[in-house]
């Protein structure tokens, strides 16, 4: 069946230092991927998505790419701030229409 | 623009009791998906909900059901409340269309069973 592995956390990061939040998936077909974002005590923002094979999604500085070869999605940042801290889950959209997520993996970035 | 919400925000409960939870979609948005995210995890499907009827449905028992009104506001109903149902419940809303449509969380609803 469809599912998505994340890496372990938690990272902990100096302000401005590179993010990877790395993400696999295992699925049927291509299906839309997607990164959301959880800080404490909130629900879940959608940060971005790709929707087709080597599709880049972008927004606020992260970026991820759809990799079919190596089912992966993986997160990244060039400089991290210390309002990035946050849990950043990875999700692909299941042929029912409904969100499968990843453990999540949780950031803190430090000053 | 209102975005998707929720209430209450939080609510505490005893075993074998039951309760309702609320959701109004995002303005436009026909289309309902409720998640149970327990601590430390990430989200799971419960069921969504389209034109008032559940389509999907996650591996969830029975205890759990759900309804959708002709304005597409949405309900959760748990029964017989079991300890390991204490999670925040997540909202999500979303406009079909070309199968690829992305959803929008709400602010959920902890549940804190005793």
């Known amino acids: 069946g469809n599912s998505v592995t994340q890496m372990e956390g938690p990272v902990t990061l100096s302000e401005e230092a590179f993010l990877t939040i790395n993400c696999t998936y295992t699925?049927?077909?291509?299906?839309?991927l997607f990164w959301y974002v959880q800080y404490p005590g909130e629900g879940l923002q959608l940060l971005l998505k790709a929707t087709k094979a080597d599709d880049k999604g972008s927004n606020k500085g992260f970026e991820a790419t759809y990799r079919k070869e190596t089912t992966s999605f993986h997160l990244e940042k060039g400089s991290v701030q210390v309002s990035d801290s946050a849990v950043y889950f990875c999700a692909l959209r299941g042929s029912q229409g409904n969100l499968i997520f990843g453990k999540g993996t949780k950031l803190s970035v430090k000053p | 623009d209102a975005g998707v919400t929720q209430s209450p925000t939080h609510l505490i409960k005893t075993r074998g009791q039951q309760v309702t939870l609320r959701c109004s979609p995002k303005s436009g948005h026909d289309t309902v998906s409720w998640y149970q995210q327990a601590l430390g995890q990430g989200p799971q499907f419960i069921f969504q909900y389209y034109e008032e009827e559940e389509r999907q449905r996650g591996n969830f028992p029975d205890r759990f059901s759900g309804h959708q009104f002709p304005n597409y506001s949405s309900e959760l109903n748990v029964n017989a409340l079991l300890l390991g149902d204490s999670a925040l419940y997540l909202c999500?809303?979303?406009?079909?269309?070309?199968?690829?449509?992305?959803?929008?969380f709400g602010p959920g609803t902890r549940l804190l069973v005793l």
């Open positions: 699925a049927t077909g291509y299906p839309s």
């Open positions: 999500a809303s979303s406009l079909v269309g070309s199968g690829r449509e992305t959803q929008y």
